[in-house]
Nanobody, 119 residues
Framework: VQLQASGGGLVQAGGSLRLSCAAS????????MGWFRQAPGKEREFVAG????????YYADSSKGRFTISRDNGKNTVFLEMNSLKPEDTAVYYC?????????????WGQGTQVTVSS
């Protein structure tokens, strides 16, 4: 599975962004998909995840209530809708393909897209 993330950019605090991750390969539907982020000087962290069927979603405490993950299996794409953005959300955001619920050990990573939130 090859993953291509897009949609990052510069936004003011309180604003919104929608990230997309396009996947190649017919096995996309067999993977749970997740979004992770890495801020400068910090470790990469889990942001949100969604099961292969799209029926179950998981969120980090920092994203709960503000971010929404979704997927379109017909288009091999996973999305992350981010609202009420804060400066501390500034990071490179990565999408990843996960077997089962192994969120700590994704099998495939996308290249990352920069999100910068100004105060």
């Amino acid at each position: 599975v090859q993953l291509q993330a897009s949609g990052g950019g510069l936004v003011q605090a309180g604003g919104s962004l929608r990230l997309s991750c396009a996947a190649s390969g017919r096995t996309f539907i067999t993977y749970a998909m997740g979004w992770f982020r890495q801020a400068p000087g910090k470790e990469r962290e889990f942001v949100a995840g969604i099961g292969w069927g799209g029926g179950r979603a998981y969120y980090a405490d920092s994203s709960k209530g503000r971010f929404t993950i979704s997927r379109d299996n017909g288009k091999n794409t996973v999305f992350l809708e981010m609202n009420s953005l804060k400066p501390e959300d500034t990071a490179v955001y990565y999408c990843a393909a996960v077997r089962g619920s192994a969120w700590s050990n994704p099998e495939y990573w996308g290249q990352g897209t920069q999100v910068t939130v100004s105060s």
